[in-house]
């Protein structure tokens, strides 16, 4: 089913998949004269925090987590990105080192635009300049209602939304009655939520119980969206 009236889901997921879409062909084609597309095993470090960006990133298909390194704790997933969204423009236009690493939790197909290509077509053009501006603003704002989430929010209530969201990023040729089926290691859910792995594993068992998912191995399928967004208790 769709969420719409039902969930905010922009106040939780970012816009960039609409940064490229439909630029004039002069800026696309600037963009993409030396793009250089790679394919990504899954698990595959695509840049590290600290590094010094050389370009842009943007998913043509597959999933990529953000996360930062947390001493003796591994790391904190930040944000998880789809298909179609950009990464690494943050510390390109900044001038600064990755504030953050990317890697991918998928076989995915992904483009890397260099640095002077990229700011070459932004100085130049008032569409993606504005758009740029317009997704940062976004991004702003779901990051301050994920410090809020962390602040005030039981791990039930966080994992509930994650799941939200992450069903959001999950559906692939989605047509409503169909169960939406959420690939991702125990881990990885943790790290997003903020918390330790057993409780995770505690909590999606419950969740089980009362009917708003089912589980196949390491993956999740929401059955009841309705019963999640209760247990999000968002307002």
């Not at 962390?150 to 992450?166: G, H, N, P």
């Not at 089926?181 to 881990?187: G, M, N, Q």
């Amino acid at each position: 089913m769709s969420i719409s009236g039902l969930f905010p889901i922009d106040k939780w997921d970012f816009r960039s998949q609409s940064v490229l879409r439909d630029l004039p062909a002069e800026d696309l084609d600037g963009l993409t004269a030396n793009q250089i597309v790679q394919t990504y095993r899954k698990g595959e470090i695509i840049f590290k925090e600290g590094g010094p960006p050389s370009g842009i990133f943007y998913i043509i298909s597959g999933k990529v987590k953000k996360y930062k390194a947390v001493e003796g704790k591994g790391e904190q997933i930040i944000y998880i990105a789809n298909t179609g969204e950009l990464l690494g423009y943050h510390a390109v236009l900044s001038r600064e080192r990755f504030p953050d690493s990317a890697s991918t939790l998928e076989e995915s197909e992904i483009g890397f635009i260099p640095k002077e290509d990229f700011m070459g077509v932004l100085e130049r053009s008032t569409m993606l300049s504005g758009r740029l501006l317009k997704t940062l603003s976004h991004e702003f704002t779901v990051f301050v209602n994920g410090l809020a989430l962390f602040a005030q929010r039981t791990v039930r209530e966080r994992l509930a939304l994650q799941l939200i969201v992450l069903r959001e990023k999950y559906k692939v040729n989605f047509q409503p009655g169909i169960p939406v089926v959420i690939d991702l290691s125990r881990e990885d859910l943790a790290s997003l939520v903020g918390t330790a792995r057993e409780n995770v594993v505690r909590s999606l068992s419950q969740l089980k119980d009362e009917g708003a998912i089912q589980t196949k191995g390491r993956k999740i399928v929401v059955v009841d969206v309705k019963r999640l967004i209760e247990i999000a208790d968002y307002k």
